[in-house]
């Protein structure tokens, strides 16, 4: 990454109330995925949250701002609703990591922005939205009266005029109901060693995942993300100084089980709302993954019924975004197809389309 083009600025870090509030406005948007991931997989919830700790602190002071490190929610909804493998999972994030280097480092992304359209981002979007939200119902009907208390719950926090922390606080109840059951978990030290992907799950699926997530990647976790730092934070952040983070963060953490991250204008825009404008935000975040990673067998027991909610809000959330289109016809077919087909083929047949609408109509 050229520190010559951005030159630091001397750290400016706060660890007050409002760094801690803003840190939690940027977990919203991870820890809802990240405990599905752990409940519904093979993956180490506990090794998950070290990636996250770990680098919420690593960028936070690369960048010397709030910046956020969320899930590729594509890739973590495709495993989530079981179309992916944890196998495949993995590899699609290194792929994904492999192209965000070499476009980062080459300049390459601007270029290739123009060719994806932000219609078929916001698709994408969709598709995953509607995958999350398929299986958080399927989840739901297995306990309806649990489900019908998150959603009661996650109501009354919405009419409260807290509507972006919904899922954190259903979130809270499950975990309180899975303490009811097995009682305070005792703190263990997660296992730290190669937690290489078998070579079996470099699959087309797995490829396909991959385009698809990196159609959400270009445009929320790199453009939005450096418009947005631009306009809290008067920061000249460049999305291929983005895409380059993102690729080196995913080929250092991934062989080691943790789950494929990028940045996000929502974890930001959360951020900020929330109070945070210094990297201690950054740094008492990492500091809370790490001490939850220390006690995380509670999860076996979570409420799949509450889980299915939750998934159900982070979807709704998700798609909320969706409708923000600027063609909304290609958005809801990009949907539509990626629902009732695969993300990759949906993501392919809508960047052709764009293109052809682009240069012929």
Known sequence: MDTEARPFRSWELSFSLNELTGALGDSVTVLPIVVAVGALTELSLARMLLGFGAFQIVWGLWYELPISVEPMKALAALAIGGVLGV???????????????????????????????????????????LILLETGVGLGLGAPTLA???????????????????????LALGLAVALASTGAPTPSLPSLGLALPDPSGLT?????????????????????????????????????????????????????????MCHGSGGVAGKYAFGARTAGANVLLGGLYGVAALGTAVVTAFPMAVLGVVLGLVALELGRSAFESGH????????????????????????AWWVARDRFL
């Open 87 to 129: 196998d495949e999972l993995l590899v699609a994030g290194l792929l994904a990591g492999v192209v965000l280097l070499g476009v980062g480092t080459t300049g390459a992304l601007g270029r290739l922005v123009r060719y994806v359209g932000e219609p078929v981002t916001r698709g994408i979007q969709l598709a995953v939205a």
């Open 148 to 170: 019908l208390a998150g959603v009661a719950t996650a109501g009354v926090v919405v009419l409260a005029g807290y509507r972006r922390a919904s899922a954190l606080v259903v």
């Open 204 to 260: 087309r699926g797995a490829a396909e995942a991959t385009a698809a997530q990196l159609a959400m990647t270009v445009g929320n976790a790199a453009v939005a993300t450096a418009l947005l730092l631009s306009e809290y934070f008067d920061a000249d952040v460049t999305p291929d100084e983005l895409a380059t983070s993102m690729g080196a963060m995913n080929l250092a953490a991934i062989p080691f089980g943790a789950l494929p």
């Open 328 to 351: 909304l016809p290609t958005t809801l077919a990009v949907g539509a197809i990626g629902l009732l087909t695969n993300v990759g083929l949906a993501f392919v047949l809508g960047v």
